[in-house]
């Protein structure tokens, strides 16, 4: 599964960055609104792992608004410590499809990939399939 990950707080990213990757998953990085147009424009992701607050002008509800807009359903999580319903409700309008207030436990972002963006619920590394719904190695 290939994810993007849009946040600009470095540590929490190169963090998060290995985390996800430690799980299988391959990461891209983008750290502010442009990196994630221009990844975006150039490759395509099975899902979109946003921060809202970014430096510069836009923030990550504007971002996935743009996507959106220009017909991108990709599905996105945003991670953020704007924790009030409004902000929750601007989130979900611009068609998110989760909201993960900060600070989160990791592997609660793991699990909620797992469980609901993997499209065939299998982790592939090398020759190995496991298969986390029944927890089970496949292969």
Same mark, same amino acid.
């Given at each position: 599964m290939k994810i993007l990950l849009l946040e600009n707080d470095k540590t929490l990213h190169n963090s998060l960055k290995a985390y996800l990757e430690m799980e299988a998953f391959d990461v891209e990085s983008a750290f502010d609104a442009h990196e994630? +147009?221009?990844?975006? +424009?150039?490759?395509?992701?099975d899902l979109y792992i946003f921060d809202v607050n970014l430096f510069g002008e836009e923030s990550g509800f504007d971002v996935l608004k743009a996507l959106r807009d220009s017909g991108d359903k990709t599905p996105t999580i945003y991670i953020t410590a704007l924790t009030n319903i409004g902000s929750m409700t601007k989130g979900f309008n611009a068609r998110a499809d989760d909201y993960i207030k900060k600070p989160f436990d990791p592997e609660e972002l793991v699990l909620r990939i797992k469980s609901r963006y993997l499209v065939d619920n299998l982790l592939h590394y090398k020759d190995i399939e496991y298969d986390p719904i029944i927890n089970m190695y496949l292969k």
């Open positions: 994630a +147009y221009e990844l975006t +424009y150039n490759s395509t992701f």
